[in-house]
Nanobody, 127 residues
Framework: QVQLVESGGGLVQAGDSLRLSCEGS????????MGWFRQAPGKEREFTAT????????FYSDSVKGRFTISRDNAKNTLYLQMNSLKPEDTAVYYC????????????????????WGQGTQVTVSS
């Protein structure tokens, strides 16, 4: 079992930066693909970014590419999301997710395929 705890959310102004953290427990963290999703009010949860277990591969949604950077420190069992040039449309609850030993058929945008979820952290960007 893996537990994920996000932190780092808050209220910022447009153009500001924020870094989210997600600390994981359990021995499978380094073998897990990790991801960030977000859910805005009245909208479905959507894929934001993902990183492979080694950290060597990353993938982003078009809406955040070039502004957000996902990274991880396996020695600390921690996942990060550096968010720069924030926009009001980035306002959402951000969730981290984990998928131990993802296979070839793993679709990172498919919410149902992620096994572990954090409780979420609120990010609010004012204009």
């Amino acid at each position: 079992q893996v537990q994920l705890v996000e932190s780092g959310g808050g209220l910022v102004q447009a153009g500001d930066s924020l870094r989210l953290s997600c600390e994981g427990s359990g021995r499978t963290f380094s073998m897990s693909a990790m991801g960030w999703f977000r859910q805005a009010p009245g909208k479905e949860r959507e894929f934001t970014a993902t990183i492979s277990g080694s950290g060597g591969a990353t993938f982003y949604s078009d809406s955040v590419k070039g502004r957000f950077t996902i990274s991880r420190d396996n020695a600390k069992n921690t996942l990060y999301l550096q968010m720069n040039s924030l926009k009001p449309e980035d306002t959402a609850v951000y969730y981290c997710a984990g998928k131990p030993q993802p296979g070839r058929g793993f679709s990172v945008k498919d919410i149902g395929q992620w096994r572990f979820w954090g409780q979420g952290t609120q990010v609010t960007v004012s204009s």
